[in-house]
């Protein structure tokens, strides 16, 4: 399981000019451990600054929960709503990646109607943390403005296609390059 060890590891050799994939395995996308390899590079080797993050981004999320559901709940439903994202996200667990994700997706959500393109870089953030998130988002955007009546929804669909392929290209091409395509570094630094 992914533990607090494996995060501090995992920035500790980004940090060092290792890249995940390549020099060693990592099993979810490359967001959160380079954002801890940053946070290492301005702050030290600790996870205080990861604790810091979670607590943030948790609180985040309980925000853009309750501004989601006010767009259509009264006010009370709203605030249980956020409780209830408190209360699920405080739960004592590993440095888990999808909480990060959850703020890109409910911030893609919320800036849907307003800005598809600010809504497509939202989900390709949120790919760079979970990329299974990102696509359940974008086939759920996706099929939202299929069904939608008003003219439009075809040039909006586009545009939030092209933004979120070119967000994720942009996180992702970094580390594809630096770690070469079809090569295998499975096993590369674990001893049988």
């Known amino acids: 399981p992914n533990d607090e060890g494996l995060m501090l590891e995992a920035a500790a050799r980004i940090a060092d000019g290792e890249v995940p994939y390549r020099d060693f395995w990592w099993f979810y996308p490359p967001g959160q451990p380079y954002l801890l390899a940053g946070l290492w590079e301005l702050f030290g080797p600790s996870l205080l600054h990861w604790r810091i993050v979670r607590v943030l981004t948790n609180g985040a999320v309980a925000l853009l929960v309750y501004l989601l559901a006010r767009q259509q709940a009264p006010r009370g ?4 709503a956020c409780a209830t994202a408190t209360f699920a996200l405080t739960a004592p667990t590993g440095p888990h990646p999808y909480p990060v994700a959850l703020v890109f997706a409910f911030g893609c959500l919320l800036a849907l109607e307003r800005s598809p ?64 395509i079809g090569e295998d570094h499975s096993l590369d630094g674990y001893e049988a």
């Open 117 to 180: 393109v600010l809504a497509g870089v939202l989900a390709g953030l949120c790919a760079a943390w979970r990329i299974e998130f990102a696509a359940y988002l974008g086939v759920g955007v996706l099929l939202g403005y299929a069904l939608r009546p008003e003219s439009g929804g075809r040039r909006a669909a586009v545009r939030f296609v092209a933004a979120a392929v070119v967000a994720a290209a942009l996180l992702f091409a970094p580390v594809v390059l630096e770690a070469g």
């Open 77 to 80: 439903i709203a605030l249980l």
